[in-house]
């Protein structure tokens, strides 16, 4: 965005016009927010960079609009300079503009966050913090400028304090900030203003219902079961077969053609009891699955066109040993979920000397396990954790949480909205793994098959909400949801390609 700002200047176009531009989209949003024009209040709460250019121009127009608006400045007046500087005096001749220094915040209908931009890191001290205590104090719906303030722009991070705004006005595009971490939760809705900045060569990308739309596969009128791909999966182990019966609902749910599953004695007869459309195959006569099961699984994988592995595997050196010779010996497109990455941990050049492209699919703690690194470091970066792991192991990664993180090695990412907290129930990640395999299995390729199957399994969780009407969605429920969701993903004609 700093480069797009740049080039935009560099075109012609003067920084103070782009700072008026904005500042009009802003205050169009706070309008909305505050309910009407005249006789509604407004505060406008404006730092000393270019954001507080951003809020200058937003207290203008707001008052040109009939507004009673107020302006408090957190920080040196006299400092303000270049287009923030223009737009300041432009503004003083409309509103009046105090020091944030004891005034306070005043009874209002809106409040303008122009605090701090997107290039803000760390913690807010001072005058800052305390403007932006008052305005999740003050009762009134907040607009934020680009980003709430607090919000590191480029991680989503929050350190300190952090304003919660209603709604927040990002210009051109959206920034990374408020797509991920905890600047997610604070931004509200997120408007997108378009300012005149062309904002081109981006390498991340929020998922949107006609990008996948335009992916998921379709079912010709002579289809069949071989065309529609078969999935083969590895996993469950005694005390443990639940995994792989989610795993493997969720692939022919997804629209697989076939799924057979490798699996010990006990898993092979809980999951008959349950699943008569998947087939299962016993590879070995002990209670884990171990080097040997792929022997006896071969077969199954010269048919197949994925491999699942991990769900419900269990770990120890059996499992070691089979994650190593799948790795070594399988050519199929591949998800790897649950304890086929934790027996990766520390043991991941396997995964670099694959001819064939991997799907892993960890939560916070597995990524940081494989990455030798903590939890916390994880999650105060998701993008460069994902992007991390991606190029280091060669892999596609599905960092999954909240707007989950999809990474390929070049760089590129993409940013999940689906899913909410009916998704934080036991089993909903090997639904994924099953939703994965089902769409590697029907060509996709895996940064396709890896983003297009996140998303529907966000919408699947809604859609099994919706149907229950409450709390308490399993993750069976997810799974049942997956064609609903499908259905609705597809359900206007989509438009493009494929992104």
């Not at 006569?285 to 269990?314: K, Q």
Request: with cysteine; glycine share 14%; proline share 4%.
């Amino acid at each position: 965005m700093r480069a797009a700002d740049e080039a935009t200047i560099s075109s012609g176009v003067p920084s103070a016009t782009l700072m008026d531009r904005a500042g009009r989209a802003v205050a169009r949003a706070a309008i909305r927010e505050a309910g009407g024009r005249y006789g509604r209040r407004a505060e406008v709460v404006c730092g000393t960079g270019n954001n507080g250019g951003d809020g200058f121009v937003a207290a203008r127009e707001l008052a040109r609009a009939g507004l009673s608006v107020r302006c408090l400045v957190a920080g040196d007046l006299a400092g303000i300079s270049g287009a923030a500087g223009e737009h300041l005096r432009r503004a003083e001749k409309m509103v009046e503009i105090l020091p944030w220094g004891g005034t306070g915040l005043g009874p209002c209908d809106v409040i303008v966050d122009a605090l701090f931009g997107t290039g803000f890191r760390g913690s807010a001290e001072g005058d800052a913090a305390r403007a932006i205590e008052a305005m999740n104090d003050a009762g009134a719906p907040v607009v934020a400028v680009d980003i709430p303030s607090g919000v590191s722009g480029a991680t989503g991070a929050v350190e300190g304090p952090a304003v919660a705004a209603d709604t927040t006005v990002v210009m051109a595009a959206e920034k990374l900030g408020t797509a991920v971490g905890a600047g997610s939760s604070l931004a509200g809705r997120v408007q997108i203003a378009d300012i005149g900045i062309a904002v081109l060569a981006t390498h991340a990308g929020m998922i949107e219902r006609g990008d996948v739309a335009c992916c998921l596969p379709r079912r010709s009128s002579d289809s069949h079961k071989r065309s529609q791909g078969a999935v083969a999966l590895l996993g469950g182990s005694a005390g443990m077969s639940g995994a792989v019966k989610l795993a493997a609902r969720s692939a022919v749910r997804m629209g697989a053609g076939y799924c057979t599953v490798g699996v010990t004695p006990s898993v092979e007869a809980a999951l008959s009891a349950v699943l008569p459309e998947v087939l299962s195959n016993v590879v070995t006569d002990r209670d884990v699955l171990g080097a040997e099961a792929l022997d006896h699984f071969a077969g199954v994988i010269e048919r197949a066109t994925a491999l699942a592995i991990g769900p419900g595997l269990g770990t120890g050196p059996d499992q070691s040993a089979l994650m190593g010779a799948v790795l070594d010996r399988v050519g199929l497109p591949m998800v790897i979920d649950a304890d086929g990455l934790n027996v990766l941990a520390g043991h991941t050049d396997a995964l670099r000397g694959r001819s064939t492209d991997t799907v892993l699919t960890p939560h916070p703690a597995e990524l940081a396990r494989l990455l030798d690194s903590s939890v916390p470091e994880v999650q105060s970066d998701r993008v460069r954790a994902a992007r991390s792991a991606a190029d280091r192991f060669g892999c596609v990664v599905v960092l999954k949480g909240h707007r989950s993180v999809i990474a390929e090695g070049s760089g590129h990412i993409a940013v999940n909205p689906t899913g909410g907290p009916e998704l934080a129930s036991a089993g909903t990640g090997d639904v994924l793994t099953g939703a994965v395999a089902a769409l590697l299995a029907a060509g996709l390729r895996p940064f396709e098959a890896a983003w297009c199957a996140t998303w529907v399994h966000g919408v699947a969780g809604a859609v099994a909400a919706q149907r229950l009407g409450g709390p308490g969605v399993l993750a069976w429920d997810v799974a049942e949801a997956l064609p609903g969701a499908i259905t609705e993903t597809l359900g206007r004609e989509p438009s493009g390609s494929c992104v």
